[in-house]
Nanobody, 123 residues
Framework: QLQFVESGGGLVQPGGSLRLSCAASGFTLDNYAVAWFRQAPGKEHEGVSC????????YYADFVKGRFTISRDNAKNTVYLQMNSLKPEDTAVYYCAAGSDYACPYFYGMDYWGKGTLVTVSS
């Protein structure tokens, strides 16, 4: 039973912060690159950030650089997305996904997906 457990979403004011967590069960997450994607209302899904399995290298979409930080704790089989300086346009359902390191720079070709957690940025 392969499963992602995503948590940390919720309602936050513009300029605020949230930390999303993606915990995996049924497989060892440290063998995979892990990415965060999001889908905002009325928009297609888009890649947000990715962290590789081999060297921990990170990748960010331009619209979150300097605001979001991805990290992983292999001992806890968990990947995090620290989101600071949140904007209303960050409102979306956020999904974590696991795949090959080769998929990381392009945010494409991930194999396993979580069910998502809703982030709402509003005053």
């Amino acid at each position: 039973q392969l499963q992602f457990v995503e948590s940390g979403g919720g309602l936050v004011q513009p300029g605020g912060s949230l930390r999303l967590s993606c915990a995996a069960s049924g497989f060892t997450l440290d063998n995979y690159a892990v990415a965060w994607f999001r889908q905002a209302p009325g928009k297609e899904h888009e890649g947000v950030s990715c962290i590789s399995s081999s060297d921990g290298g990170t990748y960010y979409a331009d619209f979150v650089k300097g605001r979001f930080t991805i990290s992983r704790d292999n001992a806890k089989n968990t990947v995090y997305l620290q989101m600071n300086s949140l904007k209303p346009e960050d409102t979306a359902v956020y999904y974590c996904a696991a795949g090959s390191d080769y998929a990381c720079p392009y945010f494409y070709g991930m194999d396993y997906w979580g069910k998502g957690t809703l982030v709402t940025v509003s005053s």
